[in-house]
């Protein structure tokens, strides 16, 4: 791969400057390709781009001719699935078989959305006698999209293939840290016939590329991954043209475990909640809350568990990869540094494989408890490998300690009781509730967002397609 990492007119370019940016590959610790630093004016180009395809063609392509678009890309990202996943891997530092999991899921957004594409309408509504009224749902028309680097793969495949099914076409601004393989897909999409103007895609900073996507006056609607902080600028430029959003940000998910959950099926799923990717996942399963009469038992098997991990770099393919970056092992290690000055027990650490490179992030998964609500570790997102668990003494207090951060995006609920799965489910604030299973990413079909902190709108499922387009009403007089 080139520095030509900017795609906008159909073309695949270098930043209008020239300059670069290195990309790292985490599991080593140095830089294995370069990527094109776009900037704004690299953003003004990707934006028109995006204006005149939309409007002196694709408005006019009809959606089952889109879906066939999106059913093609679908086949040609399986065809190179190894390849993506590989890619993604080497990239994100995640191991091998998380990124093959990717690169399926990348393709399912494709299929379900080629199937989607033609199924988008609007209403008929009855009015006064000699009137009729259809209310028409419309693309935005050019729609921005800012993704994280944790899933490049799978979250560029959702904001792509569900804003061109609404009929958009769009500029994407991938995370600096991890975009490689995304770049492939779009190279992908091309190669696969979707006409070139549609999907356009500039490398670059957040502060630069990113600032001037989610600013810039001819972009409808923003569609942003990632972290509150960086959410709220987003919403505040988009706010200065009164454009829309849909924010997908953090979480401190719960898995709630009772007393009679069947621990066979909770533990092993319990472990993977907080360790896939490293645990930089915005739905990680961050926070272990227990039934206090089970506690040490529950928290006994998941430690043992813990234990056992082994942690090396992607390629590798053990259970546990490196942080994406220098920054963010330093960041984890901080949340563990503090832990340790206020005393908060380590109930298991992994360990390290023995030929770990010495250049990589690796930090190794910790269970932590029983936790204070109060303390940090209880609270925020530390977006690494570390869980943390409370005990709680029933129904309602399980329910009041779940909702008790400021986040809502997902949690998990283990118990064999019917009414108690019900209660539980209604009682939580968050966005997905997954009842004796858990595992937000490979559900393409289902509605996924927050509440409260961890953002609003709603990717996947039928849902996205609400959030990527509007309605005009038009209103008819017959007499
Ligand atoms: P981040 O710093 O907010 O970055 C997300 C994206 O925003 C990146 O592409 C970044 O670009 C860009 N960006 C940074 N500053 C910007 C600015 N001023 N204007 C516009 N764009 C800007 O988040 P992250 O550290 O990459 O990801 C971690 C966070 O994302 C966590 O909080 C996690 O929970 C959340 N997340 C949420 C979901 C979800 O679906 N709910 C999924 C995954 C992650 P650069 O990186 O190139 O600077
Ligand atoms: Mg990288």
Request: net charge neutral; charged share 20%; hydrophobic share 45%.
């Amino acid at each position: 791969m080139n520095d030509h990492t900017i795609l906008a007119e159909g073309r695949w370019q270098a930043a209008k400057n020239g300059e670069t940016l290195a990309m790292i590959d985490p599991s080593e610790g140095h830089a294995f390709a370069r990527i094109a630093r776009g900037r704004a004016e690299d953003i003004d180009r990707a934006v028109a781009s995006a204006r005149r395809a939309y409007e002196t063609h694709w408005r006019k392509v009809p959606g089952v001719e889109r879906g066939r678009h999106l059913a093609k890309i679908a086949e040609a990202i399986r065809t190179h699935a190894e390849e993506l996943a590989t890619l993604e891997a080497r990239d994100t530092g995640k191991p091998l078989k998380q990124a093959r999991v990717d690169a399926t899921v990348a393709a399912r957004y494709f299929e379900f959305y080629a199937g989607a594409a033609d199924k988008i309408h609007g209403d008929a509504i009855p009015f006064l006698s000699e009137y009729q009224v259809i209310a028409i749902r419309e693309p935005y028309g050019v729609t921005g999209h800012i993704i994280p680097w944790n899933y490049p793969l799978q979250m560029g495949a959702r904001t792509i293939a569900a804003a061109l099914a609404a009929g958009n076409a769009l500029v994407l601004k991938p995370a600096e840290e991890a975009c490689l393989a995304v770049i492939r897909l779009a190279e992908l999409a091309l190669a696969a016939g979707l006409p070139a103007d549609v999907l356009n895609l500039v490398t670059g900073l957040g502060e630069e590329a990113g600032a001037a996507l989610a600013g810039h006056a001819d972009i409808d609607h923003v569609s942003f991954t990632g972290s509150p902080e960086v959410g709220t600028l987003v919403q505040q430029a988009a706010a200065r043209r009164n454009a829309g959003c849909t924010m997908e940000l953090g979480g401190k998910s719960p898995q709630i475990v009772f007393a009679d959950a069947n621990l066979e099926a909770a533990v092993p799923t319990i472990v993977n909640a907080i360790i896939q990717n490293a645990g930089q996942t915005c739905s990680a399963g961050s926070r272990l809350l227990v039934e206090r009469r089970v506690y040490d038992g529950v928290v006994g098997q998941v430690a043992e568990r813990f234990a056992k991990l082994r942690v090396g770099p992607a390629l590798a393919d053990l259970d546990c990869g490196p942080m994406i970056s220098a920054g963010q092992k330093k960041r984890v290690e901080g949340f563990l540094a503090t832990a340790a000055e206020e005393g908060i027990p380590v109930l298991a650490r992994a360990q390290f494989a023995n030929d770990l490179p010495a250049g990589g992030y690796y930090v190794a998964p910790a269970l932590y408890g029983p936790v204070p609500q109060s303390n940090r570790l209880a609270c925020d997102e530390v977006f690494g490998p570390v869980l943390s668990a409370i005990p709680f003494a029933d129904e309602d207090d399980a329910i009041r300690l779940a909702n008790a951060t400021a986040y809502g995006l997902t949690a998990g609920v283990w118990t064999e009781n019917g009414g108690r799965q019900l209660r539980v489910a209604k009682g939580l604030k968050c966005g997905q509730v997954f009842v004796n299973n858990y595992g937000a990413g490979g559900g393409v079909e289902l509605p996924f967002g927050g509440m409260k902190r961890s953002g609003y709108g709603r990717e996947k499922g039928m849902e996205a397609l609400h959030h990527l387009t509007t309605v005009k009403t038009v209103v008819l007089k017959h007499g």
